[in-house]
């Protein structure tokens, strides 16, 4: 791709770019998500954003306010696609903007930057309606694999999409992980993108949703205490003030997708 800037403002425009432009992109794009580690090292300042499925127009509204990369740095929490109408807007705009400003912009996996889960919740389907076949799906899909599961702001903050796992106690665990494949349907990698906090129960707990954990504040106390770090911040359940204090502030919750689901 020779003009990022073209591409970028098609998308703002809320325009589609070609297929041969997404397969160069997501190529581009697997490429620069190779260069980063399990665990993404992050520079302040930076806006922490939670989940958008698909939620475009909410994402550039986002962008108006808080500044466009690369003036403004960002780093994504993951769910950018499924439930939304405009999941492949979404994610070729940051894309485009990670392969453009890759040290201004972050990208974590979620649960739902999966295979299984895209074929369920809306991406798939989205993905054929616009494009008129399944290759640009196949081609985001194996980009979602090459992603970072964690981040670190400043050796401070810790960050990932879910929550912990009884099999990560450091991050150096986290490191040792094999990232580039199918979100698993238990594991390690699994938790990092399913789990959440609980405030009713101190340790680990089995999770309604089927995958992943509960976890208490003992759990997040232990975690933060080894690894030397104050705080937790993730995404993955709905908050509809935009954020939640969890573990007497040692996790906050955040959200980026208003009107979650058109309710």
Known sequence: ME???RLIEECLNCK??????????????RSTFDEEQNVHHVSAPVTVVGDIHGQYHDLLEMLKIGGYPPDTNYLFLGDFVDRGYYSVETITLLLLYKVKHPQRITLLRGNHESRQITQVYGFYDECLRKYGSA??????????DHMPLTAVIENTYFCTHGGLSPGLETLDHIRMLDRVREVPHDGPMCDLMWSDPDDEIPEWGASPRGAG????AEVSEKFLSTNKLKMIARAHQLVHEGYKWSHDQLVITVWGAPNYCYR
């Not at 290759?135 to 979602?144: D, L, M, P």
């Not at 954990?213 to 208490?216: L, P, Q, T």
């Open 16 to 29: 589609h770019i070609t297929e041969e432009e997404v397969l160069e992109l997501c190529r581009k794009a």
């Open 3 to 5: 003009d990022h800037d």
């Open 135 to 144: 290759n640009v799906w196949v081609e985001f899909t194996s980009t979602f």
């Open 213 to 216: 954990w509960i976890f208490g």
